[in-house]
C-alpha cells in the first residue's frame, strides 16, 4: 500500500494563498498533487481570515478552492482544547510571515 505524505499548511501560507498572486503558493494549493495530501485546521483558516485586512485583495474563489483541495480537521478534537481567539499582534505576526515587509495594501 502506497502511503501518501501529508503536508500541513499554516495560517500564513493561507493567508498568502488568499490575498498575493504567488505562483508556488498557487500552485501548492490549486494543483493537487498525487503524492502529498495538504491538510489543515479549521484554527488555522480561522487565523489566515482574521488577518485579512479591508485593503487586501481578497479573492473568494480561492477561499472555495481551499476547501475544496485541502483537507480541514478540527482543532478542537486534535488538540482537547477550545481554540484560542487570535490577537492583533498575532496578526500581524502571520501578515509578517506571509507577506514579508510588504505588508501594506497594493
Not at 6 to 27: C, G, H, N, P
Not at 73 to 97: C, F, G, H
Amino acid at each position: 500500500m502506497n502511503q501518501k505524505q501529508k503536508f500541513f499548511v499554516k495560517s500564513e501560507t493561507i493567508l498568502k494563498y488568499l490575498i498575493t498572486d504567488d505562483d508556488a503558493t498557487d500552485t501548492l494549493i490549486t494543483c493537487k498533487s498525487s503524492e502529498i495530501d495538504l491538510v489543515t485546521s479549521d484554527y488555522d483558516v480561522y487565523k489566515a481570515l482574521a488577518s485579512i485586512k479591508q485593503y487586501d485583495r481578497f479573492n473568494l474563489n480561492k477561499l472555495k478552492k481551499l476547501f475544496e483541495a485541502v483537507e480541514i480537521v478540527s482543532y478542537a478534537q486534535n488538540m482537547k482544547k477550545a481554540k484560542p481567539i487570535i490577537k492583533e499582534e498575532e496578526v500581524e505576526s502571520i501578515r509578517k510571515l506571509a507577506l514579508g515587509n510588504n505588508t501594506g495594501g497594493r
